[in-house]
């Protein structure tokens, strides 16, 4: 069965400092790999994803992760955090192609202090 | 552009009432599903649907049930409500065309007393 890792449940940074936001996964094959983020009472929203291709991907807010096979990470990284970063960010994971079923990390919560 | 649209935004329910939450998409989307999210558990699949007519059960889906007679409404059904049921729902959709993009509504938050 597939299952999504998100190791610290909080992360704190500085306004400008590199965001990392670590995601691991399990799967008996490679799978579709997504962050999600979710600002205060709002759904969540697609930062980026990883189907095929190439490994590093760019998403939006100035996002980007790495698909590392060997290691089965997929973490988040944005070099220069900004106040509105501010929420809650998932890492998901689906079948290849079935993205009726995705099964969601824990979150963590970001907090961008100034 | 209306997107996912789920109603209500705020329930409270006493235990043992039942209630449907509605949840709607206007893109044609094929695979709409629903997830419950509780503090530290991330969110959890209840039910899905691959399409029109086709349900099946996600993670934890006693309590609840779906039907889909339309590609686009989707309603989640709760049978009999416990406060265990208590959480913030959201509705999700999805193409089979390639995006590999869910689509979220803005959640419908549950509290059963």
């Known amino acids: 069965a597939q299952s999504v890792t998100q190791l610290g449940s909080h992360v704190s940074v500085s306004e400008g400092a590199l965001v990392l936001l670590r995601c691991n996964y399990s799967?008996?094959?490679?799978?579709?790999l997504f962050w999600y983020v979710q600002y205060p009472n709002q759904g969540l929203q697609l930062l980026l994803k990883y189907t095929t291709g190439a490994t590093l991907v760019k998403g939006i807010n100035g996002f980007e992760a790495e698909f590392k096979k060997s290691e089965t990470s997929f973490h988040l990284t944005k070099p220069s955090a900004h106040m509105s970063d501010a929420a809650e960010y998932f890492c998901a994971v689906s079948d290849r192609g079935n993205t009726d079923k995705l099964i969601f990390g824990t979150g963590t919560r970001l907090q961008v202090f100034p | 552009n209306a997107g996912v649209t789920q109603t209500p935004k705020f329930q409270v329910l006493k235990t043992g009432q039942s209630m449907t939450l509605q949840c709607a998409q206007d893109?044609?989307?094929?695979?709409m599903s629903w997830y419950r999210q509780d503090p530290g558990m991330g969110l959890r699949l209840i039910h899905y649907s691959v399409g029109a007519g086709i349900t099946d059960q996600g993670e934890v889906p006693n309590g609840y049930n779906v039907s889909r007679s339309t590609t686009e409404d989707f309603p989640l059904r709760l049978l009999s409500a416990a406060p265990s049921q208590t959480s913030v729902y959201f509705c999700?959709?999805?193409?089979?065309?390639?995006?590999?993009?869910?689509?979220f509504g803005q959640g419908t938050r549950l509290t059963v007393v």
């Open positions: 999700a959709s999805s193409s089979t065309g390639g995006s590999y993009e869910a689509f």
């Open positions: 893109m044609n989307h094929e695979y």
């Open positions: 799967s008996s094959v490679p799978p579709y």
